[in-house]
């Protein structure tokens, strides 16, 4: 056991002699802390969607922290704009009504870029609507043949899922790949728009 103690001992005169934190490094350590914080504040709004409860939150804090806590929750607001599964309008319209809230300024700029991000939301909906339209022979007629070649036919089909089929999963997940990259662009502007 007296070797375990020296063994620590050791290692707290090698910390000691590394020094302590410079305040410029405790200062960023604090402002990535706060700025962590306001991310999980985000991430609580746009669970319950009550822009007022969002600023609540936010005026907490004492006045040398608000800036930072509200530039993270605005940052973790607009970084969370995706084209993933489950994305609809009413969630961005929360995203949206987050930001506002929280703007300090550009508030012009910012529904501007909400406004281009609903029209590629609007055009990803569209396009997919157009793709299942195109697919959904093809893809019904390989399913209905892979039952064909297992023994299944007849009144034993009832229907086929093709929005359950990994095919249109596929398909889906690369146009929504497609969409996220024209994403990434107006996420970037709107991310510099609200800092």
Same mark, same amino acid.
């Given at each position: $056991? ?9 290692? $707290? ?6 020094? &302590?934190?410079? &305040?410029?490094? $405790? ?8 700025? *962590? ?30 800036? @930072?806590? &509200? ?29 506002? *809230?929280?703007? *300090?300024?550009?508030?012009? @700029? ?20 157009? *793709? ?64």
């Amino acid at each position: $056991m007296g070797e375990l103690k020296s063994a620590f001992e050791r290692a $707290m005169e090698k910390a000691g002699k590394l020094g &302590s934190l410079s &305040s410029e490094e $405790m200062k960023k350590q604090e402002e990535q802390r706060l700025s *962590t914080v306001g991310r999980a504040i985000a991430d609580k709004y746009l669970n319950h969607g009550h822009a007022q409860v969002l600023k609540d939150d936010i005026e907490k804090f004492r006045a040398d922290e608000k800036d @930072v806590v &509200s530039r993270g929750a605005r940052l973790g607001l607009a970084e969370s704009i995706s084209f993933d599964k489950g994305v609809t309008a009413e969630a961005l319209d929360r995203v949206a009504a987050g930001l506002l *809230t929280l703007a *300090t300024g550009n508030k012009g @700029v910012i529904e501007e870029l909400i406004s281009k991000v609903r029209g590629l939301l609007e055009e990803l909906e569209v396009e997919l609507d157009r *793709t299942y339209s195109n697919e959904f022979g093809r893809i019904e007629s390989d399913k209905r043949g892979l039952l064909h070649e297992l023994g299944i036919s007849g009144s034993a089909i009832a229907g086929i899922n093709v929005e359950g089929s990994s095919a249109w999963e596929q398909i889906e997940n690369d146009l929504r790949l497609q969409y996220n990259a024209k994403l990434e662009l107006l996420r970037r502007e709107l991310s510099q728009a609200v800092v």
